[in-house]
């Protein structure tokens, strides 16, 4: 011990290392030597560690806010290269999660996303024209219950279908042929199957539940 007190040692030896530091910090072996034991004394502390970094962050939360903000806009440069580095590396995952996105019913919609979105909601919604039901996709519509259908695609223009699969609720949303909702539409909202049955020409030619 160069000192007696350790107190005064503490400092000496501090002093020390940062001036060792300083003068090997671009010596490889120094800094993979440096690197390796100080992630063994990491994984032999792990939870002691973690604990106190947690606390370190709590105790010091605006103080680092302030300098993660300096360092930001001092790095500006730096951050932006890194950015496009890592776009260009990790191209394929970014791709995939861009898919996923996209059939995870965000973003605009596309004729491809609309074949996508529609399969969805025949499975939600059901296959069939709720009232005839009439089964071939090119016949099927998306009834509003209550009402508001027009209001509806105003506001959200071609986004309804993603609404209706997110909201996934059958009491407000069913699966309609253009005939039974057109027909709804005329009607005071309830298909003329229903309330003209016995007004056809040829009676018994299709039959609604
Ligand atoms: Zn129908
Ligand atoms: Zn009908």
């Not at 063994?40 to 680092?64: C, G, I, M």
């Not at 973003?107 to 024209?129: H, M």
């Given at each position: 011990m160069p000192y007696k007190d350790p107190e005064k040692n503490k400092v000496a030896m501090k002093v020390a290392s940062k001036k060792y530091y300083a003068t090997h910090k671009d010596d490889p072996d120094f800094t993979n030597h440096r690197k390796e034991?100080?992630?063994e004394w990491y994984l032999a502390?792990?939870?002691?560690?973690?604990?106190r970094s947690q606390l370190y962050n709590e105790t010091y939360k605006e103080k680092l806010a302030v300098r993660r903000r300096e360092y930001d806009i001092d790095n500006k440069e730096y951050i932006k290269q890194?950015?496009?580095?890592?776009l260009a590396s990790h191209k394929d995952t970014i791709k995939a999660k861009r898919h996923k996105y996209w059939t995870d019913y965000k973003g605009p919609l596309t004729k491809q996303k609309r074949a996508i979105f529609w399969l969805r909601?025949?499975?939600?919604?059901g296959d069939r024209c709720s009232c005839c039901g009439?089964?071939?996709?090119a016949f099927g519509t998306i009834e509003h219950i209550n009402g508001g259908g027009s209001e509806h695609r105003k506001k959200n223009n071609l986004r309804i279908l993603r609404d209706v699969i997110e909201e996934n609720d059958k009491s407000k949303y069913r699966v309609t042929c253009w005939n039974c909702h057109l027909g709804a539409h005329h009607n005071g909202g309830i298909c003329p199957h229903k309330t003209h049955s016995t007004l056809r020409v040829k009676p018994k030619v299709v039959q609604c539940e």
């Amino acid at each position: 011990m160069p000192y007696k007190d350790p107190e005064k040692n503490k400092v000496a030896m501090k002093v020390a290392s940062k001036k060792y530091y300083a003068t090997h910090k671009d010596d490889p072996d120094f800094t993979n030597h440096r690197k390796e034991t100080r992630r063994e004394w990491y994984l032999a502390h792990r939870e002691q560690e973690n604990e106190r970094s947690q606390l370190y962050n709590e105790t010091y939360k605006e103080k680092l806010a302030v300098r993660r903000r300096e360092y930001d806009i001092d790095n500006k440069e730096y951050i932006k290269q890194r950015t496009l580095n890592y776009l260009a590396s990790h191209k394929d995952t970014i791709k995939a999660k861009r898919h996923k996105y996209w059939t995870d019913y965000k973003g605009p919609l596309t004729k491809q996303k609309r074949a996508i979105f529609w399969l969805r909601v025949l499975e939600l919604y059901g296959d069939r024209c709720s009232c005839c039901g009439e089964d071939l996709r090119a016949f099927g519509t998306i009834e509003h219950i209550n009402g508001g259908g027009s209001e509806h695609r105003k506001k959200n223009n071609l986004r309804i279908l993603r609404d209706v699969i997110e909201e996934n609720d059958k009491s407000k949303y069913r699966v309609t042929c253009w005939n039974c909702h057109l027909g709804a539409h005329h009607n005071g909202g309830i298909c003329p199957h229903k309330t003209h049955s016995t007004l056809r020409v040829k009676p018994k030619v299709v039959q609604c539940e």
